[in-house]
Structures are given as C-alpha cells and as structure tokens.
C-alpha cells in the first residue's frame, strides 16, 4: 500500500474551457488519456472546482476529496450500465463533470444544478435522496436484481466512513455478506470524517487499518527476501500464503469485514489513480462482494479547506476564491441563537447534556462541547440511536437536548414513539433547518416534521417565530421533565424581533383587529410571523379586519384558541410544514371537539418533493407568499359575504 502523496498547489490558473475538462463530455473520454493527462486532469477539476463553487456556495470539501476516485471509477466501470450509487451524494460534482454536466454556474439553483446526483439531469444518476448511510441497502438491491435478470451489469456503491456509522449500513452489510457469488464492490471513502472528524468504534477501527502496514506489502517484501533463500524459501511463502487470514489479522486487522464474509482490498491511497484502477478492476473480476478501502483526503489541494479543522469546507456560502473566506456575512443566524442559549442553560443547570449526530458545528453545539465536553455526546449518522440513548440519559436522571435537521429525524420516528414518549421521558428535539430550506432540494427541506409528529401522544412542540422565543422557547422546553419537546426552526438569519402586543391563553396577539366580530383569525406559526402581519396588512386595505395570534406551542392545540375562533368569521392558518396532517389540521379537528363551526383554511406546503431553489423561489411557487394568501382569504371572506346576503334576500322575501 501506498501513503497518500502530499497536497497539490492549492489553485491552478485555467484557460478558458478548462483544457481537458472541456473536452470531456462523458465517461468514455476517459479512455483516451495517459496516466499524465489524467493528472493534469485532476489539477483542472480541483481549479473548476474552487472557482466554480466559490461563486455559488456548495459542497467544495468532499469533492475536492475524490477527484481521483471519482475518476478510477469512471475508467473502470461503465456507467450507466455499471451503476455508480454515491451514499449522501454530497461528493458527486466530480461524477457531473464526468458525465457531461460542466455548466455550474446555477449549482444549486432554480433550473441549474443539482447540489446531489439527480435522476431528472442524467442517466448516471441513480441516488437522488441525500440521507447517509442509504447506498448499502440499495446496491443490496440492484445486485440481487441483476442476479434474478440474469444481467452482467456491476453495481458499485460509495460509501464515506462517516455513512459507515449508520446502523442502516450495517444491516446492508449483513445482508450483502450472505450471498458469496454475488457481485457488488464497496468502495468506502475514508478521509476520516462526515462533517467533522468521525467518531466511535468503527472509526477506530478503519485508524488502525489506516496506520498498518498492510499484508500485501509486508507479503510482497517477504516473497523478495524468500524466492532468493534456497530450497526452503518457495515452501515457506507458500505456507506464509495460506495462512493469509490470520496473518492479515496480526498484521492489519481487517477481520471485521472479512468475517462477515466480505473480500478485503485495500487500504488503498485514494488520490494515486493508478493504484486505484488496479484495485477496483481486481474488485470487478471478483464474483463476490468485495470492499476497496480508500484513503482521501477532504479538501485535497485547497489549503484554505485544509486549514478549516472544525469540517474543511465541508458547505461553504459564497467565498473568495483565494482565501476561503465568505464574501459576505449573513448576519445572525437561527442556529447560532440556539447554540449561544445551550450554552447558558449548561452553565445553570448541570443536568443538561446534549447529543448530535455526526453535526456538532452545523447545529450548533460546538460552543457548548468546547465548554462541556464531557456533557456532548456524538452518535455518528445514526439519529436512531441517538433519540434512544436520550430516553436513556433521561431515564438515568439528565435531560439530553437532541440538536438534528429537521429533515432527519424523520429517521428516528418510531424511537421518539415508542422509546422516548411511551416512557414519557424528558427529551428536548432541536430540529434545526425547519420548513422549506431551498437549495439542497426535496430530501433536506424540513417539511414533514410537525405532520409526522402530531400523532405521538404527550410530545410538544414549539415553533419560534425570532430569536427571542427561540431562547424562551428552549427553556420551557428543558423545563418539560415528563414528555418529549420539540424545539423547530429555519435555516439562516434571524429577522427582527416580533413584539406580542397581547396574550389569550398562552399564545401571543401579534395584531388586534379594530372590529367588534372581526373578519379573520390568522394564526401564524414560527417564522412566518413577518408575513403573516404583511398579510393582515393588505386585508385590512381590503377592509377586512384580522387577528393575528402566535401560538408559539403548536402542540397540543391552545385551548383558548377555539373560544377566540368562535369570535371571528373565518380561521386562516399558515404554517412552513406541509398541510397534510400539519397545525391546521391539529387546529381544525380541535375546532371541531370544542363544537365551533368556523370556516377555517389552512395554507402550507403541498405533498410533493419540491425542487432546489432558494427558499423565497420556492415559497412563490408553492403559493405561501403574502400576497397570494391574501388574496384567497379575500375571496373566501367575499363568498362569505355573498352567502349573508343571499340568505337576507331570502328572509326578506319570506
């Protein structure tokens, strides 16, 4: 085995069309180079590769990390008929580039590029949900179909070492394991981190086979020294040969992955392309599954990325190309709000622990580890063991505060059912990056959780609408001993303060209506609160008079908000959640219980996957602008209105 070769020059100065890049235009381009064009090659595709991302904010780390292999595997499979499934997909811009999609200019953008590989922009694109530790399971799958087909196709799955600490890998693992004639190569990409540095067992385990001398270099030394020692020298290699299993064992302890049954290459350097080739084509041949371990380096030949410990630009904004620093500051963010809060509350109450999977920064708990770091605990990208060992710590006495996207806790739903609710354990969620997130597409948009969530009895959940009530929120929430909380908000900068100026129950009056029997009761949920006050804005130009109330605990339903209901014509609701089973529902079935027949419409996300844009694009497209809501509940109250003069009309005429 190879050790991985030094960094190259951080930025190399392009030509227009990128040289050898531009002339790429599919897979089989790459054929026709020499092992030198494919270094030069390489050096291009890390050049665009800043240049490009440095403009439009992306994932730059990863991807300047499998330049190489993203190479070796395009030369020695062919996809599409070879499929190449890439776990996360967060590391496939070298494979767009490769099969013909070099217009970065809109990554991440309406109508430009996917931030993940997409079936919509390409027939190499196989994976498109962006959720770890997946591809295992679906390669399982591919393979075994090939097998019933009787098809010759190769299914080769990239794995990262962080996506290894998915307990959903592992399943995969054991499954792939029984069936020893049935060909599937595993390409794990080891750089020795997911966002930040990799944790726990496994990851200790792929340290030592990192730092190992491995078998077929210590084998191939010992074959020199043998093959020249006369008579004894061939029968001792031999013998040396065939005890090769526990040999490996002594001298690289590959074991686990073997005795499950798995063929073992590797480690192998991941940016060598040459030494890369000659693993994945030995892989090819195999008629089993074999695992091709790949030593990478995140940020290779960036030395800005290689300089950022916390993740190596793991997910940059907008940044100078030089310096990889941000072009511009966002101002402060709903994250950052949380993560000054967590780290108040440790420093009161020593009860407090918290837990991340495999994103302490991103959700920002960095602060709180540097100050407790023996109260934070790392569960790898395993967010269902992360929601049970927290109905552990808090059935051991503490309160565990699970800070996670939104969209991935949707992983853990039947532990937050069954282990932390049925045990009424005091468990506080943080979903971060609630509601439509924009350019990281369909599977990171946080829009299932306040639907899936209603149906679990006891939970309660909180939706701030600025960073005040995230503080205040929080705290109540941590103070809930009996019951899991949840804690949800957006991705991004914080607006400003939105001032109540009344209470009904507990939720907050954002805007009294000047009427007697008021038009409308609109009842704004999180960080809609802005737009829903420019809503009751252009009602009121209508002259239709609103009400504006924060329930600021969206679960359970206020009970005063049915007897304030009864006092208006019309209920609106508008939540950053998809509409199917979300708030309005909750609200309308509490309606109905307390016997008040109020016309209510709700509006929120509809049910479908929705498209990387920004997030103002994709609030426009789905109708959840102010504008377009107001001009609904103009027409429902006007059609209310219509009907109360019909039915004079007819009293009169009685």
């Known amino acids: 085995m190879t050790q991985p070769r030094d960094a190259r020059p951080t930025r190399a100065v392009m030509g227009d069309g990128w040289g050898s890049l531009s002339r790429i235009r599919g897979p089989r381009d790459l054929d026709r180079l020499g092992p030198e064009q494919l270094e030069q090659l390489a050096a291009e595709i890390r050049s665009f590769l800043v240049d490009a991302v440095s403009k439009t904010g992306g994932h730059l780390g990863p991807n300047l990390g499998v330049v190489e292999l993203t190479i070796a595997l395009h030369r020695v499979f062919h996809s599409p008929k070879d499929k190449v499934l890439w776990d996360t997909g967060h590391q496939s811009y070298v494979h767009k580039l490769l099969t ?57 799955a990239v794995i990262g070492d962080g996506a290894l600490t998915g307990g959903m890998a592992w399943e995969a693992l054991n499954n792939i394991a029984a069936a020893k004639d049935r060909p ?83 480690p192998i350097d991941g940016h060598d392309i040459e030494a890369l080739e000659s693993a994945l084509a030995r892989a090819k041949r195999f008629g089993g599954p074999v695992i091709v371990h790949c030593l990478t380096e995140k940020g290779r030949g960036y030395q800005p990325a290689l300089a950022d410990e916390a993740d190596r630009f793991h997910a940059v904004g907008k940044i100078h190309p030089d310096t990889g620093l941000p072009i511009a500051s966002s101002g402060l963010d709903w994250t950052s709000v949380f993560g000054e809060e967590m780290v108040k509350l440790g420093g009161e109450r020593r009860d407090i622990v918290a837990i991340t999977a495999a994103m302490l920064q991103p959700v920002g708990l960095d ?72 350019t990281d597409g369909a ?54 303060a939105v001032t109540a100026v009344g209470t009904v129950g507990g939720m907050d009056v954002l805007r009294h209506a000047d009427a007697e029997r008021p038009d409308v009761l609109l009842v704004s949920v999180g960080a809609l609160a802005p737009m829903c006050l420019e809503i009751a804005d252009l009602l009121d130009a209508q002259g239709i008079s609103t009400t504006v109330v924060d329930p600021r605990w969206v679960k359970p339903v206020d009970e005063a908000l049915a007897p304030l209901a009864a006092r208006h014509r019309v209920v609106v609701t508008v939540e950053d959640n998809i509409r199917v089973g979300g708030v309005g529902s909750a609200v309308a079935q509490a309606l109905r219980d307390a016997g008040v027949d109020v016309p209510l419409r709700d509006f929120g996300i509809p049910p479908r996957f929705l498209d990387h844009a920004s997030r103002k694009e994709v609030l426009a497209e789905i109708g959840l602008t102010a504008p377009d809501i107001a001009r609904q509940v103009t027409g429902l109250v006007s059609t209310l209105d219509g009907r109360v003069e019909e039915a004079e009309v007819e009293r009169v005429r009685d």
């Open 100 to 156: 013909g999609r070099q217009d970065f200019t809109r990554l991440k953008m309406k109508d430009g590029l996917s931030g993940y590989p997409s079936q919509a922009e390409s027939e190499h694109d196989v994976i498109e949900n962006s959720h770890a530790s997946t591809v295992l399971g679906w390669a399982d799958g591919l393979a075994k179909a090939n097998e019933v087909l009787g098809r010759d196709d190769h299914v080769v």
């Open 184 to 266: 599937l190569v595993i390409v794990v990409n080891d750089n020795e981190r997911s966002y930040a540095p990799t944790i726990g067992g496994l990851a200790n385990h792929l340290a030592t086979l990192r730092t190992t001398d491995g078998y077929e270099r210590f084998l191939a030394r010992g074959k020199d020294i043998l093959e020249r020692t006369p008579v004894l020298g061939k029968p001792l290699y031999e013998t040396l040969h065939g005890a090769k299993k526990g040999l490996k064992d002594f001298i690289a302890p590959q074991g686990m992955f073997e005795d499950l049954g798995l063929k073992y290459v590797g």
């Open 367 to 438: 602060r709180f580890a540097k100050e407790f770091p023996d109260r934070v605990y790392d569960v790898g990208i395993a967010e269902q063991h992360g929601a049970v060992s927290a109905a552990g710590l808090a059935t051991g006495g503490l309160h565990p505060v699970f800070a996670v996207y939104a969209t991935f806790l949707n992983r853990a739903f039947d532990q937050v059912l069954m282990d932390v609710a049925l045990h009424r354990c005091g468990v506080t969620f943080v979903l971060d990056r609630a509601g439509v997130t924009g």
């Open 443 to 496: 599977s990171h948009n946080g829009m299932w959780d306040m639907s899936i969530l209603q149906v679990v009895p006891g939970l309660r959940i909180a939706a701030p609408r600025d960073a005040d009530q995230v503080r205040a929120q929080l705290r109540e929430a941590v103070e809930v001993d009996d019951a899991p909380t949840v804690v949800r908000f957006s991705k991004g900068a914080v607006g400003p």
